[in-house]
Every structure is written in C-alpha cells, then in structure tokens.
C-alpha cells in the first residue's frame, strides 16, 4: 500500500497553486534564478502571486513589536499581551488554511473574538442567499464534462481567474458556448475570446437578472425582455446551463442577485438541468469558513460571547466594525502574500503575515510575526471555489524558516493560558 | 508505572463473548481489556455495582462529517440559537463552544455522543472528491474512532466501465484503488446510478430501468459492486440505499434490491425510507413486515433502520434525484442541492417530522416495527440515520420505545389518529432486552464493519467501555451512563466530558492490481478537475487531517479469487 502514500519529497508531486480558489494543479513550477517560474500557464494571477517569493534564499524576516526586530519569544508575548488587555478582539484577514483555522478557532473561543475575512462582503453574499433560501451549484468537473451553456453572469470571470475557461473545458475540446451578461455600459472586452458572446443589458444587475428570472419563469413581460427573453430560451434549451458568478463582484445587497440567480437554476431544475457555480473564497476565506463551520456549526461571523454563540452575519462585518470602532484590538492574518495590507488603524494590532506586510505594521501597539505561506513554504488544504473539493497544498521548499500560521496561534493560545493561569 | 483499572461488581452484558448480565469484574490496562494473572491486584478501583457494563456504543451510519453535513449547518444557522438567545457556552472548560442539535458542530458531536455512552461514529457517505475534508471533519470530532464508507456507483467512470461491459477485473481493481485513495472503512452505494441519472435529466430510477445515459440499471450497478467488495476482502459489505427512497411502494424496489445480490453479502441502510407499500385510503402503507420477512429470509443482509423522530431535522443526502423531487416539501421552505466532480451529488433539505401527519406518523411506526419484527438481531443495527430521521441524541428515546411495550404504546396513541388505530404496531408485543439493545448498539456493528477488538469485552479488547446505572426508565438510563472510557481512559462521567483525547480513523486497505491506475490517470486527465496524483491520501496526510489520530487498519479477510 505504500504505493498510494504521497511522496514526502515536497518537490514530487503536483503543484497547487494557493493564489486563487480554483486551485489549479496542473502547472510546472521552476526554481530560476531569484524566484519561480511557471511552466504551461500564463496565468498572471499565478505568476504575480509566486513573484513574492524567492526560490533560493531564505526570506530575512524577523518578528517585530513597535517596528523593532524581536525574537519569536518576545512576540507572542507581546501578542499575548494586546490579547489579553482586549475587552473585544476582531481576527481579521484570515488568510490561512485548515491547519491555521482550526487553531484560530480555539483563540477565538479562548478571547470571544469576531472572526471575518478580507471579502467578508462577498463571501456573505452567497452565504446569506444560501441561509434564506438554499441553492443548486456543481463543480468544475460537472462543467467541463457536462455544460453545454455557460453564462457569467456580470462579467467574465477570466479577468480575475484566468484559468478560469479552461477549467470549464472551453477550448479544451469542450463544447460549451459561453454567454457573458454584462451591463451595455461595460466595456469591451480586450481579447475577443473564439465562440464568446456578450448579451448586454440596460439598467443594473438586479434588474438584469430579475428579469431573467422572469422570462425563464415564463411570466408575461411584454416586449421589455429583449436580449434576456431570448437569453432564457437558450437557457430552457440548454441540456446542462450553469450560471457563473463572482461573489467580490457584486455590489451592495449582492444576496438579492444570487438569490435571484438560484431561483433561475430552481425553475430550470424543474424541466431540464441547471446550476450555479459561484466563484470566490480565495485567501482562505471559504476555508477558514467551512473550519469554523464545522467545529461550532455556526459560519464566520459569530463570536463566542458571554451569552453564547451570537451569529450576526451583518453587525460583524470586520470594516462596520472597525469603522464604529466597536472592536478593541486586531488580529491580521495574510500568509499568502496577495492579500491586501492589514488596515490602517490606531487600535493595537497583531499581524500574522507573509514578509512583505512588515512595513504595513509599524509604529505603537504593533507586533508583527512572519508566517510561512500555504503551498510554498509549507503544506496544506484550502477549498476550491466550488466548495466540494478540499485540495492539498505541497511545499515548494520546506526550509524557509517561517512558522506557520497554525504554529503560532497555538503558541499564543498557550501564552494566554499562562497569563490566564 | 502502568496501572490496572478494575470496575467492581457491575452487571456485565457482551453479547459478542455470550455473556448476559452477569456479575463479573472488568479490568483495564494500558488502553486494553485484561485479565489478570492469580493473585494479581488491581491499581485503581471504581465501584460500579448497580450498573450495567457495556462496551462502547458504536454508530455505523451517521451522517458526522464531510460536505453536506456542513452545507447543512450553512443552510440552518436558525436552529443553532435557544429560542430568542444564543446557545450558551459550554460550562465545562474541557469543551470549547459548539452548537448541537440536529446540525451539531463536529466537537457537539464528539461530546455528545461520548456523554451517552458511544465510542465510535462512522461517517457513512463519503465522496472520493471531498474525502479529505471529510476526514478532517472526523479528525475534530473529538474523542470518537471514526471511519467513512466512501460512495461509488454513480460515478461516471464506474457507469461507463459497466456499460461498455469492461472486465470484472478492472472494476474490481478500480473500486480497491478508491477505498485506498480515500482513506475508507468500505463502500456505499446511494441510488444506485440514479445521483448519475439526474444530471442527465432523468427523475426516476427503478431497479432493473436502464440509466437513460450509460444503459445500465441499478440492479447492475448493485450486483457488481457488492461482488467487487467481496473479492476485495472488505470486511464491510456494500452498503446500500437503495432506489427510490421515501416513495410510496417502495418495498418492491428494495426486495428486488435483496434479489440483485443473487446471496452476495450487503447492508441495506436506513431501510425504514424504503419499506413502504401503496395500501389503504392514502396509497401508503407499511411493509415493514414484508421486508422483515425478506431479511428473516436472507442471512446475506443486515439492515439499519433510520428511525424517524417527529420534531425538526435536516435531511442530509447524496441522493440529489430523491432531494430534488422531495424538495417541495422542505421546512423551512429553502435546501440545497449539488452535482459534483462527476462522481456523486448531494442534497439538504431540511424537515420537521410532524405527529400529526399521516405519513409521519407512519414512518415512526414502520421503524419501530422493522426492529421488532427482524429475528436476529445481529443483522439489525440502531439508528436514525443522523440526522435525517432524527438527531442521534434521540437514542436513548428510542432505546425505551423498543425496550417498553406500555411506554411505546403510549406514544403511538398520541400519533395521527388513523395510524395510532391501525398500525400494525399496534399488535406487536415483543420488548427488546439490554442484551439485544447491546448487540444492535455495539457488538453487531463491530461485527458487521470487521472491527475485532472493538463492541466487546473480552479480554484483548480496547477499553472503549459505557457504565450505565441500571435504571427502569430505559431513556433515562442510556442518556446518562455513569462512566464512559476510550481506551482505557475516563471521558465521561455522569453525563460530563473529563478528558478529550483524539480519536482513530478507522479504513482498510485492499489488494488490487495497480495496473489500473493508467486507466485512472486517463479518465482524469480528460474529464477530472484534480491532478490524478493528488487524488490518494497518504497515511501521513491523513494523520494530519485526522488531527493526529491513531490510525487502525481493519484487515480484510482472505479471498479465494
């Protein structure tokens, strides 16, 4: 049986990419010189994400309290410290994986801590929808197999998940046609992609996609349906339709146009088949989400207070929060290095990150802790976009010295509980 | 210093070892049952006369971990508040804040069940796709062994191997290749082709219809996989939900299911959803005694039964065809459903089970009948299929329904007046002993998943061991054993976690030709969404999600082939 162990050398087996949620693995990734090449992509999510990291020498990075060099030890302490002297922590960020939310949860339970990611906004658009009414979604495979009309819904996902297309099977030999349902007002795309369609519609997304809705419904609309009318013809006469969409491009109340677009897939559903693929969750929040999903039963955005387990998917929003300052202190977790700088704020801070964050946290009641990133300089798991599949993640080196976001949190969890005993 | 545990003076029942309440003394050393030498004395004593000494409970069907369970506490965060206020935190510093209920978090789960006397929960449809995530799920759950049974049969490689007619062999090598991949105690089959069936647009698939794609029925699909796990050595023979579930007349497509097997072992779960007839003014009635007469007359099928409990749950499936259809009659009106990777679906629909509804009620009935209508009950194992009949923290509810004709009769009088007149229930005297609760409780699922040192107390067993207090009131008793141990350990006392050790994982891991991988690494590359050599687990890995647990190989038995 030792066939079906996986290798322990790190370089043996495939590469998962960290950078983005759909978690590509079949890329080469070469040591040059001063960093890492891909091989068999042009994917400039991939390429911008492995630019940070350096494939021969070790990151020089060193913990710092206040902006000072400091070692290990003196940093959770001091991290214990803010901890502790905080009536009301928010974990921010929480760029990590499984290993780092297990252990950011027993933290959580130890300082009744409010836990929301980066993309904490999109990431409830879809759990929102899926809290009020449910949902029908498949996976990647079930697209490239089995999709024969694939419309995103908003925008072409490409720009942001470049590989995207080729993990539908489009141009792969697949037969898919793909629709893109965008606002007459957005601009054309760049590179006209071979069979892709634009169906442009006036007004904005929520009418957009009621109307859908409507015509796919078949409810008397008049002539106003246009493009859309004939949209939900294809969709009717589709054997498999999936309607794509990417959560962080949604706006505000972006719950009503996914609930909108599951109500499509529901009435497809009943006569043909249909479903939707939501994309997002990247940086670890989908992960850190199902984590503390299944230990508590209750998603991201709950805290244990002295009550109970208080689930507020809108009161604790990490930016409301900040922004009300109704938090007093926070903990930043960006291990994967292309998550945005930890916010500026004067609360005391705590940064768990990848090196390159160091100059973002400076300055009094700061203390910064260089962390190793999932897939490079470390192992892991992170969930696909669509949720189903958890992938592992194999180092690139193992010898970069970092610790990990889970080693960490498990120090300082300790060190609370010293300073609590 | 290793020290020898003696529990003093309990009625000891073991069905494994023959033995039937007798007084006797269990000793414990080093995380095993022993016996000692002559003249050697026990280290630490508990008295525990008054009670009744069992091993573990051991739960092979329960839905604990892996996608659709947390889909499910995704869709349902309003079942996770105590009316107007949020679930309170736990008092016991040993336990940190889960909610519990019929979407517990895994470490409510892990509590829980521990509180009530069970050591092992196995996580009964796990997909190859998602099964890291579901071993993490188990990994955190503490305390527990667990293990999964991994879901084949509506994968498009297996159907398209049957339909072409490939060799035996190589289906047989295949399904070897995925019990090892995923980490798996054995296999389950969910509809058989029909999870396959509905992303081709097809909505119903009876037993020997063909798949509207592949051409291949489920009768087909059945038979070879149920052979295939013979030939592999798996200790746990298929395991089966079968076609149809929760249709009215039913009961054809499940005994037609026990004829597909042609004598090849198997076990047909939660059999309670598919035991129904079409009589009386309703077009619904029980079979319960029909399928009872079939598994009497099979000794090549164990069943478990899926007892429904009136109040709210969430039903938690890979039947995504049986989902869709059912979906209409979700409470609160909202679930979810999903195809995936090409290799099975799921669907989440919540229910409240109501005792007033003629349906309900009835299949309150049709579960309790299937346990008192079955012989032997080493073929029949206690569940509710978590948590799609009820949460399993109803067990010592329904413990006392099987164990007190009065009390049982009592309840079934308060159900919707045309089942509490006329079911067949009604008629049924028989009482369950301890002896028997404690063979469909944990010596027959030990049994039936391989498990040799475990649902017993024979000497050389692992010290996974519930005290209960002999109590008349059955629910009260099973609800609180005095003492719970995990391997020799104290977990659990008078109903309060004491210590939280990381369970095992239990799999197996079959012989089979690797020839087949070129095969594999084919289909993945054309249809796949993951790099094929990403697809096996390695025992490091899976220590890891696992969170550090043991990890307990079951052996196959020999095989001929």
């Known amino acids: 049986m030792s066939a079906l162990e996986s290798s322990s050398g790190p370089a043996a087996a495939p590469w998962t990419c960290p950078f983005c949620p759909l978690l590509c693995d079949s890329f080469g990734v070469a040591a040059e010189a001063g960093g890492w090449a891909l091989t068999g992509s042009e994917c400039a999510r991939a390429r911008s994400g492995l630019s940070r990291f350096s494939s021969a020498a070790a990151p020089v990075a060193h913990p710092q309290i206040d902006g000072v060099d400091c070692d290990p030890e003196a940093a959770i302490a001091a991290a214990a410290r803010l901890l502790t002297a905080s009536r009301q922590p928010l974990f921010g960020g929480l760029g990590t994986d499984v290993t780092g939310a297990r252990a950011l949860y027993t933290l959580a339970c130890r300082t009744g801590a409010i836990a929301d990611p980066t993309g904490g906004t999109a990431l409830f658009h879809g759990l929102r929808a899926l809290q009020d009414r449910g949902a029908f979604t498949t996976t990647l495979a079930e697209v490239r197999t089995r999709a024969d009309l694939i419309v995103c819904v908003g925008s072409l996902p490409s720009e942001r998940y470049p590989e995207f297309l080729r993990r539908c099977g489009v141009g792969e030999g697949g037969t898919a046609q793909v629709v893109v349902l965008q606002p007459a007002a957005a601009p054309a795309m760049d590179s006209a992609i071979e069979g892709l369609e634009v169906v442009r519609f006036d007004g904005d997304l929520f009418d957009a996609v009621a109307m859908l809705a409507a015509c796919v419904a078949k409810r008397a609309v008049g002539d106003a349906a246009g493009a859309l009318g004939l949209l939900a013809a294809r969709l009717h006469a589709a054997r498999y339709a999936v309607l794509a969409y990417e959560t962080a491009q949604l706006p505000a109340q972006g719950a009503l146009i996914i609930e909108a677009l599951n109500r499509i897939v529901s009435t497809l559903n009943q006569r043909s088949r249909a479903a939707a693929l939501p994309l997002g969750g990247g940086d670890g929040a989908s992960t850190v989400n199902a984590v503390f999903t299944w230990l508590s039963g209750l998603p991201l955005r709950t805290r244990a207070a002295p009550t109970g387990l208080e689930h507020e998917p809108l009161r604790f929003d990490a930016n409301r929060l900040l922004a009300d300052r109704a938090v007093d202190a926070l903990l930043w977790i960006a291990s994967f290095g292309t998550e945005p700088a930890p916010p500026i704020t004067d609360l005391p801070r705590i940064v768990l990150g990848h090196p390159r964050f160091a100059a973002a946290v400076q300055g009094p009641a700061t203390v910064f802790i260089p962390v190793s990133t999932p897939g490079i300089g470390s192992a892991g798991h992170l969930f696909r976009t669509d949720g189903s599949v958890l992938m592992p993640l194999r180092a690139l080196r193992d010898d970069d010295g970092l610790p990990t976001v889970a080693d960490v949190l498990k120090r300082l969890t300790q060190a609370l509980q010293g300073a609590a005993a | 210093m290793t020290t020898t545990l003696r529990l003093r003076g309990g009625r000891v029942i073991d069905p494994t070892n023959g033995v039937d309440a007798e007084l006797r003394d269990v000793h414990v050393r080093d995380g095993r049952i022993v016996a000692l030498a002559p003249g050697e004395a026990a280290t630490e004593e508990i008295d525990v006369s008054g009670c009744i000494v069992m091993a573990g409970g051991i739960d092979m069907h329960t839905h604990i971990g892996g996608g659709k369970v947390n889909l499910a506490r995704l869709l349902m965060p309003e079942l996770q508040r105590a009316g107007p206020n949020p679930i309170a935190l736990p008092s016991n510093p040993l336990e940190l804040a889960s909610c519990g209920g019929c979407t517990p978090g895994t470490l409510a789960t892990g509590y829980r069940y521990v509180e009530m006397g069970y050591t092992a929960a196995f996580e009964p449809a796990m997909m190859a796709c998602n099964a890291r995530h579901t071993h993490m799920e188990m990994g955190d759950t503490p305390i527990l062994d667990h293990g999964a049974y991994v879901m084949l049969g509506n994968d498009e490689l297996f159907l398209e191997m049957l339909s072409r007619g490939a060799d035996f062999q190589h289906i047989r090598d295949y399904v070897g290749w995925t019990i090892n991949a995923a980490k798996a105690m054995g296999v389950k089959v969910v509809n058989p082709g029909g999870i396959s069936a509905f992303k081709f647009n097809q909505r119903k698939l009876d037993v020997d219809e063909n798949h509207v794609h592949w051409q291949v029925t489920p009768r087909q699909v059945v038979h070879t996989l149920a052979k295939a796990l013979c030939e592999l050595g798996v200790p746990h023979p298929l395991h089966i939900h079968g076609s149809n579930l929760g249709v009215a007349g039913n009961i054809q497509s499940t005994l037609e299911t026990i004829n597909a097997l042609e004598g090849l072992p198997a076990h047909l779960t939660h059999v309670q959803f598919h ?16 399928l009872a007469e079939a598994v009497n007359a099979h000794a090549n099928v ?62 309150w009935a049709i579960g309790l009948e299937i346990f008192l209508l079955v012989n032997d009950p080493w073929r029949v194992v206690l569940t509710t299929d978590h948590p799609n009949g009820g949460p399993f923290t109803s067990y010592p509810h329904l413990i006392r329904l099987l164990m007190d004709r009065s009390f049982r009769a009592e309840q079934l009088a308060k159900l919707h007046p045309d089942v509490a007149a006329n079911a067949a229930l009604n008629s049924i005297t028989r009482e369950l002993s301890l002896y028997e609760i404690a063979i469909m409780t944990r010596a027959a699922p030990a049994r039936l998943l391989g498990l040799k040192d475990r649902g017993h107390l024979g000497v050389g067993a692992a010290a996974d061991i519930a005290v209960y207090r002999e109590d008349a009131d059955r629910e009260a008793m099973f609800t609180t054993p005095a003492y719970v141990f995990k391997d020799g350990t104290l977990v659990a006392r008078a109903g309060r976690i004491t210590a939280v050790p990381v369970g095992g994982t239990h799999f197996v891991a079959p012989d089979y030709d690797r020839g087949i991988e070129t095969l594999l690494r084919k289909h993945h590359a054309a249809q796949g969404g993951v790099n094929f050599d990403q697809l096996a687990i390695g025992h490091d890995e899976l220590c890891g999600c696992c969170n550090g647990g043991r990890l307990l190989p079951a052996a196959c038995f020999e095989t001929t082939s």
Not at chain 2, 275 to 290: D, H, I, M, W
Not at chain 2, 306 to 330: E, N, P, Y
């Open chain 2, 275 to 290: 035991a129904y007839g079409t009589e009386g003014p309703k077009k619904f009635s029980s079979a319960a005694l029909q």
């Open chain 2, 302 to 363: 164990s069943i478990d039964v899926g007892q429904i409990m009136f109040g709210q749950t969430v039903t938690a499936s890979g039947d995504t065809m049986r989902q869709h259809a059912q979906a209409g009659l979700a409470s609160p009106r909202k679930w979810i459903g999903a195809d995936i990777e090409c290799e099975a679906g799921c669907g989440v629909v919540p229910f409240r089970y109501r005792d007033q509804n003629f349906v309900n009620a009835l299949q």
